[in-house]
C-alpha cells in the first residue's frame, strides 16, 4: 500500500481559490475507504511507523467505570 501514496514535502503552489477547487476536486480520494488509507499512510509517515505493522494502542491509558446512580 505504501506505494500508492507519495509525501513530496517540496511541492508548494500558491495559487487562486479557482486553481485550488479544481485541483482538489480532481485530486481528493473519492471513496471513504480511499480517505482512510490516505490518513492511515499520514499517520505512518508522521509518527514514523511501519504502515503494515502499526504499533499497538496503549490500553493502560484509559480506564473505565460503571456510572451508578
Known amino acids: 500500500?505504501?506505494?500508492?501514496?507519495?509525501?513530496d514535502r517540496t511541492a508548494f503552489h500558491a495559487g487562486s481559490h479557482e486553481e485550488t477547487e479544481k485541483y482538489y476536486a480532481k485530486n481528493q480520494p473519492k471513496t471513504s475507504r480511499e480517505r482512510?488509507?490516505?490518513?492511515?499512510?499520514?499517520?505512518?509517515?508522521a509518527f514514523q511507523f511501519d504502515i503494515n505493522n502499526p504499533p499497538r494502542m496503549d490500553r493502560t491509558a484509559f480506564s473505565m467505570r460503571k456510572h451508578t446512580l
Open 1 to 7: 500500500m505504501e506505494s500508492e501514496f507519495k509525501l
Open 36 to 45: 482512510l488509507q490516505a490518513a492511515n499512510y499520514l499517520n505512518s509517515v
